[in-house]
Structure formats: structure tokens, C-alpha cells
């Protein structure tokens, strides 16, 4: 495709439940990024890939998020045991080049999880 | 935890009028970008001003930056119903660090 997609754009979980957000990132991107928006909030920074390498996870907010990579493409973010304050956007972003630094991101459109 | 402030948080104009955002942050960037967000959407780059830039232009975009005030401004020129979004600066210190964001109300 030609941008970012995710799936699914819209989760409702129980509290206590497991759920998987996925990205597709444009093809032959090499960095991607996840991020997590509240409403009425900017996006916060959760993890970076550089291909299948996580480099950075400092912005995890728990040992219940999970993020992986593992083939240096797709990327899924798993957060067990869901609570009602992970209730958010949840985007993800890719760029071309390595590292951050004045690399554009492209952002998907989003998961919007619900926890109730 | 989020490094940048938006001012103003909301701003409705009219079409055809000049519409100004700010942010302030706190710490040294590498550079400084600007994004927009429609509604249900996500984030679309507008511009990216590096640190040792003071003035960029893109279209009908003005971006300014003041390293020794550590703030940015976005002038949107002659705007349109079509720029009614969020708009968020994004500071670029390793990783992105977005601001709260402006919400911006152009009518018709």
C-alpha cells in the first residue's frame, strides 16, 4: 500500500484481557515508531525499531506493553492484562532512513483501544 | 511526558484570515517539525525547521524559530475551511516529542 496501515482501527477489550495492535509500515522503511495519544493529547513516544532491533522502549508505560519486529517489517503491539487508563489512539509511524534525526515520519491512522 | 506548550489551545477564525500557532519547549532539539491531525486521522508532517534555521516557508506555511526563546510559531496564510485540524509541533531531541496541539476552527 502506499502509506501505513493498522489494524484494527478500533478495539473494545474488557479490562483484564490481552489485545495485538498491528502496522504495516510503508515498504523498504527501515525505522518505526509507536505512539500512544489520549484524547485531547499529543502523541506520546513508546518504542523504536531500527529494522527488527528495538532500540529505544524508554516510553513502555508498563512490563505490560510489548512491542516487536521481528522480521524488520511488521510490527505488533501487545499489551496484556488490560487496564482503563491504556484507553487511547494508539499510532504508529515510519520513516526511510535510519535514526531519527531530521527523518519525516509517516503516521497511520490509528487504533482507537477502549478498555472497559 | 510532554516537553512542548501550545499556544493557544483552540482559535477559531474566518476564512481567508492568518492563523497563529506557538509552541514553547524546554530543552535543545536537533530540529523542530510541525504536524497535522484531522479528526480520526493520523499525523500529517507539514514542515520540518532545523536548529540552526530561524525562517521556513512551504506553500502558504510560515514557520519560525527562536532557539534562545526555545518557541516556534506556525503562520498559516489566507487560511481555508480545509485547515480546520489539530496542529502539533513535534521537537526533535532523539526522539518525537509532541506538544498538546492547537485546534484550529476555520468557518466557511
Known amino acids: 500500500g502506499a502509506g501505513v496501515s493498522q489494524s484494527p482501527r478500533y478495539k473494545v477489550a474488557k479490562r483484564g484481557q490481552d489485545v495485538a495492535l498491528r502496522c504495516d509500515p510503508i515498504s523498504g522503511h527501515v525505522s518505526l515508531f509507536w505512539y500512544q495519544q489520549a484524547l485531547g493529547q499529543g502523541p506520546e513516544f513508546l518504542t523504536y525499531?531500527?529494522?527488527?532491533?528495538?532500540?529505544?522502549k524508554s516510553g513502555l508505560p508498563s512490563d505490560r506493553f510489548f512491542a516487536e519486529r521481528p522480521e524488520g517489517s511488521v510490527s505488533t503491539l501487545k499489551i496484556q492484562r488490560t487496564q482503563q487508563e491504556d484507553s487511547a489512539v494508539y499510532l504508529c509511524?515510519?520513516?526511510?532512513?535510519?535514526?531519527?534525526?531530521?527523518?519525516?515520519?509517516?503516521f497511520g491512522p490509528g487504533t482507537r483501544l477502549t478498555v472497559l | 511526558s510532554q516537553q512542548g506548550e501550545e499556544d493557544p489551545q483552540a482559535l477559531s477564525i474566518q476564512e481567508g484570515e492568518n492563523a497563529t500557532m506557538n509552541c514553547s519547549y524546554k530543552t535543545s532539539i536537533n530540529n523542530l517539525q510541525w504536524y497535522r491531525q484531522n479528526s480520526g486521522r493520523g499525523l500529517v508532517h507539514l514542515i520540518l525547521?532545523?536548529?540552526?534555521?530561524r525562517e521556513k516557508h512551504s506553500g502558504r506555511l510560515r514557520v519560525t524559530l527562536d532557539t534562545s526563546k526555545k518557541s516556534s510559531s506556525l503562520l498559516i496564510t489566507a487560511s481555508r475551511a480545509a485547515d480546520t485540524a489539530s496542529y502539533f509541533c513535534a521537537t526533535d531531541t532523539g526522539k518525537l516529542i509532541f506538544g498538546q496541539g492547537t485546534t484550529l476552527q476555520v468557518k466557511p
Open positions: 509511524a515510519s520513516s526511510l532512513a535510519q535514526g531519527i534525526i531530521y527523518n519525516e515520519q509517516f
Open positions: 525499531f531500527q529494522n527488527e532491533a528495538q532500540l529505544d
Open positions: 525547521i532545523r536548529s540552526n534555521e
